[in-house]
T-cell receptor, first 112, second 113 residues
């Protein structure tokens, strides 16, 4: 079974803090994704990566950055957290661009 | 870019009835349409997908239909059971190349026992 693990289920941070969300997959997948999930808006793509050290912007990259130093790990970084970044964050991976995506169970992030 | 609209946002059915969720997409180049089920406290899980060279696909009680001309696709669940209660998302993308998925806004399905 594909396993996508997100390091925290719940996280509470303060405005202005630098926040790191970590995601690890154990299936040697090439592609990794970060989504944000908000009620009524579905899942919106923040960033994705098709290879180590490679990243591409999704639909809502503002206020976020990412890092992929190793194939199995994809980090989402909030450089200076703001209250409008309070949300559920979902990580996903896929073997190749033409393969289904597998999701982690999410990190619910609250910015106070 | 691609835009996916999903209806209804909530759906309540009696156990044993059928449920239908509909999505429309805007980019005629999209050719891959997966459906995901998200249970409470879990990440979305792929339940069925269809590519544009196929008009219909079935897997036990679940089926998906695709109308490329009208640019819409639908999820059909027959003989619904309480464990089908969840949020369902449709999505669309181009199967080849590096395009990521664009998701609909989700449908909360409640199956009443």
């Amino acid at each position: 079974d594909v396993k996508v693990t997100q390091s925290s289920r719940y996280l509470v941070k303060r405005t202005g803090e630098k926040v790191f969300l970590e995601c690890v997959q154990d299936m040697d997948h090439e592609n990794m994704f970060w989504y944000r999930q908000d009620p009524g808006l579905g899942l919106r793509l923040i960033y994705f990566s098709y290879d180590v050290k490679m990243k591409e912007k999704g639909d809502i990259p503002e206020g976020y950055s990412v890092s992929r130093e190793k194939k199995e790990r994809f980090s989402l970084i909030l450089e200076s957290a703001s209250t409008n970044q309070t949300s559920m964050y979902l990580c996903a991976s896929s073997r190749q661009s033409n393969q289904p995506q597998h999701f982690g169970d999410g990190t619910r992030l609250s910015i106070l | 870019g691609e835009n996916v609209e999903q209806h209804p946002s909530t759906l309540s059915v009696q156990e044993g009835d059928s449920a239908v969720i509909k999505c429309t997409y805007s980019d005629s180049a999209s050719n891959y349409f997966p459906w995901y089920k998200q249970e409470l406290g879990k990440g979305p899980q792929l339940i069925i997908d269809i590519r544009s060279n196929v008009g219909e696909k079935k897997d036990q009680r679940i089926a998906v239909t695709l109308n490329k001309t009208a640019k819409h696709f639908s999820l059909h669940i027959t003989e619904t059971q309480p464990e089908d209660s969840a949020v369902y998302f449709c999505a669309a993308s181009i199967w080849t190349g590096r395009r990521a998925l664009t998701f609909g806004s989700g449908t909360r399905l409640q199956v009443q026992p």
